[in-house]
């Protein structure tokens, strides 16, 4: 059965979708400075989890509603980049610059976070 997708470009998608977890946790830990160790593990099984489940999600919805969603999919995306756009448009203009660790790895900060990195896995 030819599934389409040969070895090497699964292999470079691959790469090309875990750039952007590396890059992100990466970013964190420089901006966080130190974090716990505990901390640093919640994040890493957070964006691996997600990377694994949303190609599988994405691929089961693609698979199932791609004909009720497909005249409007563009407009979901793009209210989507411009809401998270927006937001941080908004938090660069009225933030003062800080980030509380606390409040950025808590439990809801840091599923919004995973899943904001790991949407164009979804999509893939």
Excluded: N
């Excluded at 790469?15 to 901006?31: C, I, K, N, P, Q």
């Excluded at 980030?99 to 809801?108: C, E, I, K, N, R």
Aim: net charge negative.
């Amino acid at each position: 059965m030819d599934t389409g997708v040969d070895l090497v470009s699964l292999l470079l998608l691959s790469v090309g979708l875990a750039m952007d977890a590396f890059s992100v946790a990466t970013v964190t830990g420089f901006g966080l400075g130190k974090i716990r160790i505990s901390d640093a593990t919640r994040m890493s099984i957070s964006f691996g989890a997600a990377h694994v489940v949303m190609p599988v999600l994405g691929w089961l919805l693609g698979s199932t509603i791609v004909d009720l969603i497909s005249s409007y999919d563009h407009w979901v995306a793009f209210l989507l980049l411009l809401f998270v756009g927006g937001r941080m448009v908004k938090e660069g203009l009225d933030g003062d610059g800080e980030v509380d660790p606390g409040d950025m790895l808590g439990t809801v900060s840091l599923l919004l976070f995973t899943v904001a990195v790991s949407i164009d896995a979804l999509a893939v």
